[in-house]
């Protein structure tokens, strides 16, 4: 079973007995499929930091979105050190999908304009690798 936090510091949060068990995952899981989806950012809060798998050129687009966000790089090893399993990164790596996690630095807040320039670069990246 696995267990989450719900910031609060008194009660843990039920997150499924395995990945992609939650049916608001597996209908994530099958859209991105489904629709050959070419890379997955998915927005999480609060680290201030922004991740991507080992699939190319998700490290790329983190260097990308950390120019332009300001935003801390975290590497392959320091994210794996966490010891997290069954995550997004995880299975976008399986299905061969570059993914990039964007830790906004506000756990009650948004941080929408360093995003959006993080977000602009990304682009601008993805634009001229384009054929």
């Not at 699939?55 to 332009?68: S, T």
């Not at 990039?100 to 630095?105: A, P, S, T």
């Amino acid at each position: 079973m696995g267990q989450g936090k719900n910031y609060s510091e008194t009660t843990e949060v039920y997150c499924g007995p395995e990945g992609n068990s939650e049916p608001e995952t597996a209908a994530l899981t099958r859209f991105i499929l489904e629709n050959r989806i070419n890379f997955y950012i998915a927005f999480h809060n609060a680290a201030g930091a922004v991740m991507g798998n080992g699939v190319a050129p998700a490290q790329q687009l983190v260097e990308a979105f950390a120019d332009g966000s300001g935003y801390r790089q975290e590497t392959i090893e320091e994210w794996e050190a966490l010891g997290q399993t069954g995550t997004a990164k995880e299975w976008s790596e399986i299905q061969g999908i570059p993914y990039l996690e964007i830790e906004g630095r506000y756990r009650w807040g948004a941080d929408w304009e360093n995003q959006r320039r993080g977000l602009e670069n990304v682009l601008e990246f993805l634009m001229s690798t384009k054929s």
